[in-house]
């Protein structure tokens, strides 16, 4: 389409090198001699990338008022183009292009149009981009608007200055109405981006109406976009009638014009009508939406108004309505983010005696969170469980979490037993593991052994839940609360395993009480289901030799003969050498003759002669 039109349409007047900033040379024909070795010339510098040297070879070719041969020129352009980050290079590319529009636009590659006009946008360069659709224009060279627009209005929309794409977006429907030329007809994306610009930059309102009735002359229909925009200016300029007649032209939801209407409204200063639409657009408004509104209440001093917004619109929403959805969250939602107090809300709320639903509270209790003030959030979860309402699952969950990595147990543990009491969650299993885990981590076991005795008809414990606190109490070297848990985990029918063992054997060598493992082993053998595996074998023995229970030492010998363990002699032999100055054997032989013969007993096993 781009060539067809390039080659067909008649140009209208020859190169003005003045309009594009080349120096003037003295014009003279190029000998055939003269125009090779130019082109020789031009094509070694692309190939270096010396645009530099490039440049004034085009010159050259421009002094004569000629052109190099079509692929050095695209190349040339699409070079210059590239250099985004250097803008004589790209005032060059620009300079290059509006020279062969003029000379003869079917040089120019679409392609080669396209990157440069991508490069604009890159350099966030309106005004050459506007300056090389009007050179187009004016020569009747007349490019496809599809390949173009586009990037004119994101370059114009990104340096803020949308407004100024409107002299263009005309030109561009004028010669579609006039000339016929439907690939010159701006798309639905182009006209909004003009209401855009017409509504919400420039507020005019017979700019805005002038663009409805481009699209109207194109066949182009308005979606909900062109109304919303049409509405902010309405309610901008506070023409009721005209806010009336476009909200009876959208069919469907009026979401988007509802939040037009919303800014508009808010921008005027007209929070009364504000206060209407949010009650007869019912919830669902987006965040920014939301902001919007608080802003406009909470600068004009009206944070009643606010709270008895909530309250209306609570009595008006439904009850399957999501939390996140209702008015009341939206509206906590932007007090918060904007930091405003969200709490002053609430408490204007009470003293109105109204409701605003969970969701006026889930926003502040989330701040709570992240600036980890649980102690805060705590108190204000009191306050919402004895006003009646209940807080969801998710939001328990997260408060708990907080807690515990703030290491604020007394907030998690007072949360936990609110969510158990209100049975909001039925499977407590998660908050139960994250306060056990974070307890363990900071070394609380006299908590977690609380913690369980309290939860066991709620949760699922397990034997591993109570080594988890035997464990802990052990490295701490509380061994009498080791164990009382050990004690009370056997009263409850909770079947110790080897870990649990390990933990109370490595807790009372650490203390050298040693006597303690032979009474554990004793238990040990009487238990029905815990088996002796060769890391166990190897706690017992290390601690019985070291305390010089040699007794009891074979028992746990004979015990892996049977079970056939392997038993490393060498490695008690060893022990048994650093322990021997502490048995005092001269004195032993005299008083105790039975320890003597396990003594013996052990040392044959050992390999010890006498």
Not at 101 to 124: H, Y
Not at 404 to 430: I, P
Request: charged share 25%; net charge positive; with cysteine.
């Amino acid at each position: 389409m781009l060539r067809k039109t390039l080659t067909l349409l008649p140009r209208r007047r020859p190169f003005s090198s003045s309009s594009f900033a080349i120096s003037p040379l003295p014009s003279k024909t190029l000998t055939h001699l003269q125009v090779s070795s130019f082109e020789s010339s031009l094509h070694s510098s692309l190939t270096t990338h010396n645009t530099d040297q490039a440049w004034k070879l085009f010159r050259s070719f421009a002094a004569s008022s000629s052109l190099p041969n079509k692929p050095l020129l695209n190349s040339l352009i699409t070079q210059l183009s590239s250099e985004t980050t250097t803008p004589h290079k790209l005032k060059r590319a620009f300079v290059s292009a509006a020279y062969v529009i003029e000379k003869d636009p079917t040089f120019l590659e679409p392609n080669t149009l396209l990157t440069l006009f991508r490069s604009m946008k890159l350099a966030k360069a309106p005004s050459p981009a506007l300056a090389l659709v009007k050179c187009m224009f004016k020569n009747r060279v007349f490019v496809p608007f599809d390949l173009w627009g586009g990037l004119v209005i994101d370059t114009c929309r990104e340096s803020g200055n949308l407004a100024s794409f409107l002299i263009v977006f005309k030109e561009s429907c004028g010669l579609a109405v006039d000339e016929r030329l439907d690939y010159m007809k701006p798309g639905l994306d182009a006209c909004n981006a003009a209401l855009e610009a017409c509504c919400r930059e420039i507020e005019s309102l017979t700019d805005a109406e002038s663009v409805i009735e481009l699209m109207d002359l194109m066949g182009v229909k308005p979606d909900e976009c062109s109304f919303g925009f049409l509405g902010y200016l309405y309610a901008r300029r506070g023409v009721k009638e005209k806010v009336k007649e476009v909200e009876s032209l959208v069919d469907g939801s009026k979401r988007v014009l509802y939040s037009s209407l919303i800014s508009g409204y808010v921008k005027s200063g007209d929070l009364d009508s504000v206060y209407d639409v949010v009650l007869r657009g019912g919830c669902g408004f987006s965040e920014e939406t939301y902001c919007e509104i608080v802003k406009g209440f909470i600068e004009s001093k009206k944070v009643k108004s606010l709270a008895t917004l909530i309250i209306e619109a609570q009595r008006l929403e439904s009850e399957s309505v999501e939390i996140e959805r209702s008015v009341g969250f939206g509206v906590i939602n932007a007090c918060v983010n904007l930091g405003f107090s969200g709490k002053s809300i609430l408490d204007e709320m009470n003293a109105q005696g109204g409701s605003g639903g969970i969701g006026v509270y889930v926003p502040i209790l989330k701040a709570y969170c992240k600036e980890n003030r649980t102690s805060e959030a705590t108190q204000l979860v009191k306050e919402i469980s004895s006003s009646g309402v209940q807080l969801d699952a998710e939001t328990y969950k997260a408060l708990i979490e907080a807690s515990m990595t703030k290491q604020d147990f007394v907030s998690a543990l007072t949360l936990f037993r609110d969510m158990r009491e209100t049975r909001v969650v039925t499977d407590l299993k998660g908050s139960y593991l994250t306060i056990m885990t974070g307890l363990l981590e900071n070394q609380r076991p006299e908590l977690m052994a609380s913690f369980v005795e309290e939860v066991l008809e709620d949760v699922e414990v397990k034997s591993h839940d109570w080594n988890s606190i035997i464990h802990a109490f052990c490295k701490s070297r509380r061994l009498e609360d080791a164990k009382r848990t050990f004690r009370r985990m056997v009263f409850l029918q909770y079947e110790p395993n080897h870990q649990t063992y390990l933990s109370l054997i490595n807790g009372y060598v650490s203390c050298g009480r040693y006597f303690e493992v032979v009474v554990l082993w004793k238990e040990f053998k009487e238990g029905k289901k815990a088996k002796l595996d060769h890391a166990l074998a190897d706690a017992f023995l290390n601690a019985l030799v070291r305390g010089g229970f040699f007794g009891t030492a074979m028992q746990v010998v004979e015990k892996c003969k049977e079970m056939k363990i392997f038993v490393d002699k060498w490695r008690y032999k060893a022990v048994f050498m650093e322990t021997l100055k502490n048995l005092r054997l001269p004195k032993l032989r005299k008083r105790k003759v039975k320890k003597i013969e396990f003594l013996d007993a052990f040392k044959n096993w050992v390999g010890i002669t006498t």
